[in-house]
T-cell receptor, first 115, second 114 residues
């Protein structure tokens, strides 16, 4: 069974801090994704990566960056945290076999509060 | 860019009632369609998926969904809900020209009263 592990379940940080959210998957998936989940807005894609050191912007990349130095690990970075980045952050991974129909597998989420 | 609409944000049902959750998308080309479920305190799980073939797709826990291409819809159904179906349900669409990217609807929060 695929396991996607996010390093923290709950995190509280202060405005202006640099925040790192870590995600690790154990199934050798090529694709990894970061979403934020807000009530009524569903999941919105921040960034995704289809290979080591490769990244693509999603729908709402402003204020975020990502790092993928190893295949199994995908980090989301809030360069200077702001209160409007308080949210639930979800990491996901999927296979890339040349088809676009592979389901994504999700971690438990990190609930981040910026004070 | 494609968009996904889930018209019901909150649904409250009694046990044994029938369920239908609406999902409409805006992309005109070939799509893959998914329903995910998030039970309280748990991660998102795949409920069912449509790639091609029979437009009526059966998933886990008695759920099914019907792809109606002419209506750009992929509604989720269950004939008789249980209290354990209380969860948030997300419809998601992957357009074939979007690689592996999914676009999610806003979610529907279902509460089933015992």
């Amino acid at each position: 069974d695929v396991k996607v592990t996010q390093s923290s379940r709950y995190l509280v940080k202060r405005t202006g801090e640099k925040v790192f959210l870590e995600c690790v998957q154990d199934m050798d998936h090529e694709n990894m994704f970061w979403y934020r989940q807000d009530p009524g807005l569903g999941l919105r894609l921040i960034y995704f990566s289809y290979d080591v050191k490769m990244k693509e912007k999603g729908d709402i990349p402003e204020g975020y960056s990502v790092s993928r130095e190893k295949k199994e690990r995908f980090s989301l970075i809030l360069e200077s945290a702001s209160t409007n980045q308080t949210s639930m952050y979800l990491c996901a991974s999927s296979l890339n076999q040349g088809y676009s129909n592979q389901p994504q597998h999700f971690g438990d989420g990190t609930r981040l509060s910026i004070l | 860019a494609q968009s996904v609409s889930q018209h019901n944000h909150h649904v409250i049902l009694s046990e044994a009632a029938s369920l239908e959750l609406g999902c409409n998308y805006s992309y005109g080309g070939t799509v893959n369609l998914f329903w995910y479920v998030q039970y309280p305190g748990q991660h998102l799980q795949l409920l069912l998926k449509y790639f091609s073939g029979d437009p009526l797709v059966k998933g886990i826990k008695g759920f099914e969904a019907e792809f109606i291409k002419s209506k750009f819809s992929f509604n989720l159904r269950k004939p008789s809900v249980q209290w354990s179906d209380t969860a948030e349900y997300f419809c998601a669409v992957n357009a074939h020209n979007a690689g592996n990217m999914l676009t999610f609807g806003g979610g529907t929060r279902l509460m089933v009263k015992p």
